[in-house]
């Protein structure tokens, strides 16, 4: 009897594993798009918990590097003063790479890079498919958002720049989760990426539906993120409190005394909310406002798919999920001055028209090109 012809065996790599966030729901979404057309060896990882992240993820084979293993904790502080060590860390994970490849052929590595993880070499022959979130902030473009850790940080550019660059060539293709990140994979990396947007759960973020159980959309602003620097979200709360408006902040982090500090009367925080209760604070709001510059940023086509407009700071990924006089708004600068004008002009009574454009980013799409990538690249 003739053997079935073996399925390719692909071998993922991602950063960390310490929470379910962006990266880790694009790591889900890759992990289900080829399961079943190949067999996954098992996921790669500098720093791992052990908890808990997502199904698919947990029920694949996780390999921590030995820097899991310090007493440091876990904690995006205690990664970031390991950075000098990261390049060690990808070594050994190249090396345990390796070893999978001798028991039994690798076909394909795919890597979900926003740190460090798109260094790990491949074997000998094996395409490298990087899926990039962006080149790490903290070495490329955000260095002084990073408080007390930001000298340290600048000390070491230099070195992880240049080993960073040079290690880009492992990568056989790129794709950018925007054309924002594409354009800083080109400047960094001096490579060329494909976009590939990431899956919006719109199956889940949908408008309210019609009918008796029809939640009534209000007139406050919502914004919706963690509680950091980088955010903005102080513009926000200084806008409300200029023109005496209602504002919810839903999320938490270390900012949150500060923010809590410069909020008027108007201002709500919401610290805990689950998925449906955040869908239902997309649903009730007059539109999301959107201070910050992301690389994509999910919350945005997550207000857009329930069918509420967004005001934007015109960067980043804003740019390729918010369509300025259609689905929202856009402001050139990152000013109070320049927010309230976006919000006065921004589209409303459009949730159909935002709906439809929030579907563009839908999982299907999201599965298909990966599926179509990595056939592009498995020779079997």
């Given at each position: 009897?003739?053997?079935?012809p073996?399925k390719?065996r692909i071998a993922l790599?991602h950063?960390?594993?310490?929470?379910r966030?962006g990266g880790?729901h694009v790591?889900e979404a890759?992990i289900?798009?080829?399961?079943?057309?190949?067999d996954i060896a098992g996921?790669?990882?500098?720093f791992d918990?052990g908890?808990?992240i997502a199904r698919?993820i947990?029920?694949?084979p996780r390999?921590a590097?030995?820097?899991?293993?310090l007493?440091?904790?876990?904690?995006?502080s205690?990664?970031?003063h390991?950075l000098?060590?990261y390049?060690?860390a990808?070594a050994e994970?190249s090396?345990?790479l390796?070893?999978?490849?001798?028991?039994?052929?690798?076909?394909?590595?795919i890597s979900?890079?926003?740190?460090?993880i798109k260094a790990?070499r491949p074997?000998?022959?094996?395409p490298h498919?990087c899926?990039?979130?962006?080149p790490?902030?903290?070495?490329?473009?955000?260095t002084?958002t990073?408080g007390p850790?930001?000298?340290p940080l600048?000390?070491?550019?230099?070195f992880y720049r240049?080993?960073?660059?040079a290690t880009?060539k492992?990568?056989t293709?790129?794709?950018a989760?925007?054309?924002?990140?594409?354009?800083?994979?080109?400047?960094c990396?001096k490579?060329?990426?494909?976009v590939l947007?990431?899956p919006?759960?719109?199956?889940f973020?949908?408008?309210?539906?019609?009918g008796?159980?029809?939640?009534?959309r209000?007139?406050?602003?919502?914004?919706?993120?963690?509680?950091?620097p980088?955010?903005?979200?102080?513009?926000?709360i200084?806008?409300?409190?200029?023109?005496?408006?209602?504002?919810?902040v839903?999320?938490d982090?270390?900012?949150?005394?500060?923010?809590?500090?410069i909020?008027g009367?108007?201002?709500t925080?919401?610290?805990d909310?689950?998925d449906?209760?955040?869908?239902d604070?997309?649903r009730?709001?007059?539109m999301?406002i959107?201070p910050?510059q992301?690389?994509?940023?999910?919350t945005a086509?997550?207000?857009l798919a329930?069918?509420?407009?967004?005001v934007?700071?015109d960067a980043?990924?804003a740019?390729?999920?918010v369509t300025?006089?259609v689905t929202g708004a856009?402001?050139?600068?990152?000013t109070?001055?320049s927010?309230l004008?976006?919000?006065?002009?921004?589209?409303?009574?459009?949730a159909?028209v935002?709906?439809e454009?929030?579907?563009?980013?839908e999982p299907a799409?999201?599965r298909?090109?990966?599926?179509?990538?990595?056939?592009?690249?498995v020779r079997?």
């Amino acid at each position: 009897m003739p053997q079935p012809p073996r399925k390719p065996r692909i071998a993922l790599a991602h950063d960390w594993l310490v929470a379910r966030r962006g990266g880790e729901h694009v790591l889900e979404a890759i992990i289900d798009a080829l399961t079943g057309e190949y067999d996954i060896a098992g996921i790669l990882t500098m720093f791992d918990t052990g908890e808990p992240i997502a199904r698919r993820i947990d029920d694949t084979p996780r390999h921590a590097s030995r820097l899991n293993r310090l007493p440091l904790g876990l904690s995006a502080s205690a990664r970031r003063h390991l950075l000098p060590l990261y390049p060690l860390a990808v070594a050994e994970l190249s090396r345990r790479l390796a070893r999978m490849h001798a028991q039994r052929p690798i076909d394909l590595v795919i890597s979900s890079h926003s740190a460090a993880i798109k260094a790990i070499r491949p074997p000998a022959g094996v395409p490298h498919l990087c899926y990039c979130h962006t080149p790490a902030r903290y070495i490329w473009s955000q260095t002084h958002t990073y408080g007390p850790a930001a000298l340290p940080l600048a000390m070491i550019r230099p070195f992880y720049r240049a080993w960073d660059r040079a290690t880009a060539k492992r990568v056989t293709s790129f794709l950018a989760n925007s054309a924002h990140t594409a354009e800083q994979i080109r400047r960094c990396y001096k490579r060329k990426a494909d976009v590939l947007h990431p899956p919006v759960r719109t199956g889940f973020f949908t408008p309210s539906p019609e009918g008796e159980g029809r939640v009534p959309r209000g007139h406050h602003w919502l914004v919706v993120g963690a509680l950091v620097p980088y955010k903005r979200f102080d513009l926000a709360i200084r806008a409300a409190n200029e023109a005496s408006h209602p504002l919810t902040v839903v999320g938490d982090g270390p900012g949150r005394q500060q923010l809590r500090s410069i909020a008027g009367s108007t201002v709500t925080f919401v610290h805990d909310a689950t998925d449906a209760q955040l869908r239902d604070h997309y649903r009730r709001a007059a539109m999301l406002i959107y201070p910050q510059q992301e690389d994509f940023g999910i919350t945005a086509p997550e207000a857009l798919a329930c069918g509420m407009p967004v005001v934007a700071y015109d960067a980043g990924g804003a740019r390729d999920t918010v369509t300025d006089g259609v689905t929202g708004a856009l402001f050139p600068t990152q000013t109070v001055e320049s927010m309230l004008a976006a919000i006065d002009r921004c589209p409303k009574h459009r949730a159909l028209v935002c709906r439809e454009h929030a579907e563009r980013f839908e999982p299907a799409a999201f599965r298909e090109g990966i599926r179509r990538h990595a056939r592009a690249l498995v020779r079997v």
